[in-house]
Structures are given as structure tokens and as C-alpha cells.
């Protein structure tokens, strides 16, 4: 193997690791630890950016129009709080307090349970574990371009699972997400009045039939390798 080729390769491999120390410093790192997840670290673990409040895109649903034209002023605050022997809560139901934000239709869950972390945190940690995935199988792929057997059927193979990962894995994390998010929205003072908003993505399944096309000409090419070497 040449020094350039593996200058190349050692280039790459250092770029996946970079890659798979972003998704573990930036994601899974505050999905754990931080105030925007599960808060294992009790606010006394440092976060590598500043973390947002647990929040749900949402939109109206059926009494949404009725707690608009209740709140009867120009601010149109439609949770309101009160002070009680537990703690503040929400005026309407004496539930958790939450927060609606215009026009980002943003809402904020501002007294979240276990639950509702493991909610918010669940569906993040496995989007990360999927980016993992993927960059461990490219890892592998690298790593046996130094033996010069990259063109294998244990490659191919490891394409297939890439693409297996972004299409099934990706397609199942929105859906994750959608049933945690509404579950969260069911048991706040929100419950009936907006409802969580989701638009699916094709994209995931996109990439993954355009890594699976790929890693079936990848093992034709493989075969077709196989066979002339056959004929040598």
C-alpha cells in the first residue's frame, strides 16, 4: 500500500472518529446529562452549548379556539399559573405549569416528570445510537482498505447495513418521536387544546434506497471480481 493511500486512510478513520466524538460530546453527552434531557447530572455537569427548555412543536386542536376566546385580553395568555401549597401550577387544571410561545408555537414544559424526560431524552439517544451505527460500519469499511480487501462480500454486506439503518432506523425514530411527544402533550395542562405537530420525512428512506442500490452494484462488482479472478 502506498504512503498516500495511507495517508488517506488514516485521514478518513481520524475524520470518523472526530465525527463520532461530535455525536457523543454535542448529543449524547446533554441528552444524558443536561437540563434539555434527562438531567442525570443534576445541573453540575458542564454542557458544551447552552441548552434549551424541554419543548414540543405543536399546533391548535379542538379547544384551542375556546381558551383563546376565554383569556379575553390582548396577550392571550392561554396557560395561565397560580401559586398553591404544591408548588405553581397551571390555573385550569392544577397541573404542571407549561408555557405556549407565538409565534414558534412552541411549547415548553416547564415542571417535567421522569417520564417526560425519558419521553424527550428516548427518541434523541436513538437517533445518536443510529449515527453511531452508521459511523461504526463505515469505520469498518475503512479499516480493511490497508489489507487491499475492500471490495468483499463482508463490505457489501456492511453497506446493506448502513442503508438498512438510515431508511428503517431513521423512518422509526420520527414515529418514535411523534408517539413520545403526544404522550407528553396527553399528560400536561395542554392536553386538548393543542395537539403535537409532525410532518414525516422521506428523506431517511431516500438515502437508505440510494445506499442500498449502491451496495448491490457494489456486490455485483464483487462477484463479478470473484468470478474473473476465478478464470486467472
Known sequence: MSVSATVRVRLLTGLLGAAAAAVLVFGVWPTLLGPSGLE???GMVPMPTPQPMLS?????DDGFGDRWQATGDDYHELFAWKDTSDGTRDAA???PPVE???PTMGLSILGPTWTDRISFAGPELAAQALLLSVLWLL???VRTAPTGEVFTTVNARRIVGI?????VGGSAVQLLGLAAHQAIVARSAAAGIVDVAFSFSFVPLAIGATVLLLAEVFRQ???LRADVAGLV
Not at 442503508?163 to 431508511?167: K, P, T
Open 40 to 42: 442525570l447530572g443534576r
Open 100 to 102: 405556549l410561545f407565538f
Open 163 to 167: 442503508g438498512l439503518v438510515v431508511a
Open 139 to 141: 469505520w469498518r469499511i
Open 93 to 95: 387544571k392544577g397541573l
Open 56 to 60: 414540543v412543536a405543536v399546533r391548535p
Open 221 to 223: 462488482g464483487v462477484r
